[in-house]
Structures are given as C-alpha cells and as structure tokens.
C-alpha cells in the first residue's frame, strides 16, 4: 500500500486501519486524504470531538462504531479500542478511525497504531488540523507572532504539570484538556513565578456555532470562565499573542 494512498487498494487479504484526523471542529476543516479514506471505510470508530456531521453522508452499509470520550469518563477503554480495531481489519476490512484534531498530538494515536503493527494490521496515519493551533487561530489568537513570540508548548491539562518550567518559558503556552483544571494552573503559575498580569484567552467549541471565548489576565482567567459558564471542549493560550489581533468583532463572544 502506497502512503500517498492510504484508501488504496491492497493484495493482502488482511484489512488495514487508517488513522484520520479529522481537525478541530468544523466538518470542512478535515483534509482531502483524511476525507477521500473515510468515504471509503468499511468501519468507522469515532471519537467524540472528530467530525461527526460527515459520518451521515456514509452509506448504510458502514458500520460505525462510537467509542467517544469525555474528561475522565472513557466508557471504551483504550486496550479495547485497539482490540476493536485490529479485530475489524482482520475480518478484511478497510477500518478508519476518526479522531479529532491530530492523531499524533494527546490523541493516543501512537498507542493505537503501535497495537496495529504488533498485530500485523497494515497501519497508516493521516495528519489532522490540531485544536492546539486551530483552536486560537478561531479566537483570533496567532499562538506565534513576530516580535511576540518565537515558540509554542503544548501540554495536556491531565498531567502533573511541571511548574518551573513553565514559568521559564517565555514563549506561548497552549493548554489542551485544561478546563477542569485551571484554577489550579492559573495558581501554580501565579506562585512559581509568572506574572498575574500575563494575558489568557480561552476559546470553547472553536470551529463551530457554539464557539465562545473569554480573556483576562492569569490571576482572574478562572473567574471569568465560571462567571461565563464555558467549559470543555476548549483550548486555553496563555501569553502575550492573545493581545496581538485584539477581540473579535464578528459575532462570536469575546470578555475582556
């Protein structure tokens, strides 16, 4: 099977599973690979956050499979989500697994494609639009900026957090699956170090028509998001880019 063609054919008698992602929200923003494999799949295992609007436009004859997650409920384990996957690709069948964002950035899609070649399941991956850039840039929020900032940290809002780092950075910092836990963030920064003036945006549901976004400095970012009420699914920017391009005037709701 030719990479530049993961919905293409194959001799072997074995299925594949293509790893698709879907990007940050809006069912336009996938790309042309990632859509061509999915209108070719014989399975589809989604998650929660991929494109769903898409899957109605599949033939009755497709099986989907809904193993979506939300923050700290994962009613399908992930060992079973592998299982599931090798299982259908061994039955012959052309498996794609539709992710949000990217695959490859805090979407497991290393563990699942690792699962596929201990296997022996044909595995590919098709890169996605990741929330963690598409996110801001739908807030208006460059996550680097000449003059600004030369860098950008990713990080999940899930793991133990590495404060002095992160105060020392002094780039962008991008939090994804950080809503639950933003006091607490917003705080250890304050006393490691970081500035309470440093500007955060926060941007719910980027992509699509229940966006929203609030900002405000490090030390009252928390109030706003609860006087608000946003919650998850959201990516939170913290640093001076969130200044550059200042608020959105084009409907979407913006609190300073």
Do not use: Y
């Not at 992930?78 to 990217?102: S, T, Y």
């Not at 494609?113 to 807030?139: K, Q």
């Amino acid at each position: 099977m030719s990479n530049n063609d993961p919905a293409g054919q194959t001799d072997s008698p074995i299925g594949r599973v293509v790893l698709v992602g879907g990007g940050p929200g809006a069912e336009d923003l996938i790309t042309v690979r990632g859509l061509r494999a999915l209108e070719q799949a014989d399975v589809v295992v989604a998650d929660r956050l991929a494109p769903l609007g898409l899957l109605r436009d599949l033939g009755p004859e497709v099986e989907i499979v809904d193993v979506g997650k939300t923050p700290h409920h994962h009613p399908v384990p992930q060992d079973e989500i592998n299982a599931l996957l090798v299982q259908r690709a061994k039955k012959g069948k052309f498996v794609v697994r539709l992710k949000g964002g990217d695959p490859f950035v805090l979407g497991r899609g290393g563990e699942e494609v690792l699962a596929c070649r201990m296997a022996g399941v044909p595995v590919e991956v098709v890169p996605g639009v990741t929330s963690a850039f598409a996110g801001p840039a739908a807030g208006d929020v460059p996550v680097t900026h000449r003059g600004v900032s030369r860098g950008v940290l990713v990080i999940s809002g899930h793991d133990a957090l590495d404060v002095p780092s992160l105060v020392e950075w002094q780039h962008t910092i991008v939090v994804l699956m950080g809503m639950r836990r933003l006091r607490e963030l917003s705080a250890g920064l304050i006393r490691g170090g970081k500035a309470a003036d440093t500007p955060v945006t926060v941007v719910q549901s980027a992509w699509t028509t229940e966006q929203r976004q609030v900002s405000a400095s490090l030390e009252r970012i928390a109030d706003r998001v609860d006087t608000e009420g946003l919650g998850n699914p959201a990516v939170i920017v913290i640093g001076d880019v969130t200044r550059v391009l200042g608020d959105r005037r084009d409907g979407h709701e913006s609190v300073e």
